[in-house]
């Protein structure tokens, strides 16, 4: 596994890390308690886990942070980056605490690494939001802020509001069928050292059908995988999240990592 500093946040984590987004049936199954295939989804994380990723991500919403405490028991929590994500119904200074409450009790863990608004709000929302990630980061309930699906001008504002900590990392989507970020999102977190993970990195596992992608990753001889994570690394901030259910899959991906393809050539794709 290769590792980079994530954003401004002076620590550094593995190139890639792990989503635990499933399905929405999954999650309606998950919040009555039912974490289908449990076992191959642990199973998977722990195999990402043992080949030195170390981010794994997830939300409130997901269903999936029962699931991730299960997979990261046994291991040390200070090698281990968690990301969770707090809902826009749920930006209020009191409404916030409790779903932070909640979400580190169900992951089982006295901090989380990575704090994202999962969506904006309203800017006053945002904004109380914002102060109140803050007051956690003092309490040492959070280390870092994030913000996920936010545009640029929402992204400078919310650092405006900051009093005393910046925006780590952003988290939007990016794939090879997706590329609006590199109009501005992109440009902008290389220059302000913001780490940027990169979600749908597979476009949600559609990349690997897609004719185009099979038939230039069999020339350089790698899987349409490896080519689409690659792809993403180009970038110095980004952070792709693959999400793999099956422990093959995330070796697979882990392999990526490693492989070197000249820029120019990614670049064309
Ligand atoms: N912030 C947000 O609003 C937001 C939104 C969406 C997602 N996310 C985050 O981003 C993560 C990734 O997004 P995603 O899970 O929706 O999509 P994704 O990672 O683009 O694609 C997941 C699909 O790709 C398959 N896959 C993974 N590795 C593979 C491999 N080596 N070969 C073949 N197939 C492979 C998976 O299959 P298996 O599962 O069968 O292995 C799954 O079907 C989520 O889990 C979540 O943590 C964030």
Redo the contacts with the bound molecule.
Sequence with gaps: MKYKEFGNSGTKNSVIGM???YDPLWIVTAKLGWLRDAEKKIQ?LRAGLDAGINII???EL?GSEPLVKKAIEGYARNKIFLST?VWPTHLKRERLFKSLEKSLQRLGTRYIDLY?I??PGSKDSNREALLAMEDAVESGLIKFIGL??FNLKDIIEARKTLRKNDITAI?N?Y?LKHREPEKDLLPYCEKEKIAFMA???????KL?EDKNIIDISKKLKI????LSILWLLRWNSVFP??????PE??I??VKAVDIEIPKEILDKI
């Design positions: 989503g635990t987004y998977s991500d997830t939300a997901y994500k994202l999962h969506f996920s699906n988290q989507q794939n979600y749908y990195p597979l476009a949600h596992g690997i899987t349409p995988a490896q999240i693959p999400r793999a259910s099956r899959h995330v697979e991906n």
